[in-house]
């Protein structure tokens, strides 16, 4: 089992920048490939960014691709994902999640969410 636990949204300004972490429980964090998802009201959850086990893959989606930065570091169990000029639409739940295989993931668990708000 893991435990996801996301921290770091909040409200930022139209371009500005926004920092979430999530941080897994257990030793196995390092044994699976980790994702950012989002979803905002009225809206489906959609894929953002994936990380490989050992950091060195990325995926982004079209969307935020040059915009935002995942990265993790296994020793403290958290994975990041830096949030750099920041629109409106941006604004969502932000969910990380860990799972197995690459590029294809199946994600087998989910954190509770980060409120990210962007304002215009």
């Known amino acids: 089992q893991v435990q996801l636990v996301e921290s770091g949204g909040g409200l930022v300004q139209t371009g500005g920048s926004l920092r979430v972490s999530c941080t897994a429980s257990?030793?196995?964090?390092?044994?699976?490939?980790m994702g950012w998802f989002r979803q905002a009201p009225g809206k489906e959850r959609e894929f953002v960014a994936a990380?490989?086990?050992?950091?060195?893959?990325?995926n982004y989606a079209d969307s935020v691709k040059g915009r935002f930065t995942i990265s993790r570091d296994n020793a403290k169990n958290t994975v990041f994902l830096q949030m750099n000029s920041l629109k409106p639409e941006d604004t969502a739940v932000y969910y990380c999640?860990?799972?197995?295989?690459?590029?294809?993931?199946?994600?087998?668990?989910w954190g509770q969410g980060t409120q990210v708000t962007v304002s215009s």
């Open positions: 999640a860990a799972g197995l295989g690459w590029p294809t993931v199946h994600y087998d668990y």
């Open positions: 990380i490989t086990r050992s950091g060195e893959g990325t």
């Open positions: 257990g030793r196995t964090f390092s044994s699976y490939a």
